[in-house]
């Protein structure tokens, strides 16, 4: 008797390299060294999980002919991430600012914005049914 194994969903290519993209900002934002830029790089992170979803599922009907915000798509093809996608749509300006290189965000907020995009990203990947990979652990540099 020969024992099946379950057999994984196919996620397309595109929603695979953006969240391994995703993986590689989240690193990035692990490893930065100041708090704008480690806030920029996890903003970044969760933004490509954010595509990846859309990527798997495509876009809602009626959006294909206008610029739209991944936050404003995701809870309309995802409603389980419809909270996620209000946080991470409410510091969008900050990620802006972050990325403008202006020091807007204290270390703790970035630390936070890191550990909260790695668990979306988890998210993400529990639902696309992509197997779960550690980004160089949880050991965040802190900027004094």
Do not use: N
């Not at 009907?61 to 946080?87: H, K, Q």
């Not at 909260?116 to 998210?123: E, L, V, W």
Request: glycine share 6%; charged share 20%; hydrophobic share 50%.
């Amino acid at each position: 008797m020969s024992v099946s194994t379950p057999l994984r969903p196919l996620v397309p290519r595109a929603a695979e390299e953006l969240v391994a993209s995703a993986r590689r900002s989240l690193a990035e934002a692990s490893l930065a060294a100041s708090a704008h830029e480690r806030y920029a790089a996890a903003h970044l992170a969760a933004l490509r999980a954010a595509a990846a979803v859309l990527a798997a599922r495509g876009r809602p009907a009626g959006t294909r002919s206008r610029v739209v915000s991944v936050w404003v798509l995701l809870p309309r093809c995802a409603p389980e991430l419809g909270e996620w996608a209000t946080f991470f749509a409410a510091g969008s300006r900050k990620r802006a600012s972050a990325e403008a290189g202006i020091s807007c965000v204290s270390v703790r907020e970035a630390d936070d914005l890191v550990r909260d995009a790695g668990t979306f990203i988890s998210r993400v990947c529990d639902l696309l049914g992509i197997p779960e990979q550690t980004v160089l652990g949880s050991t965040l540099l802190h900027v004094g």
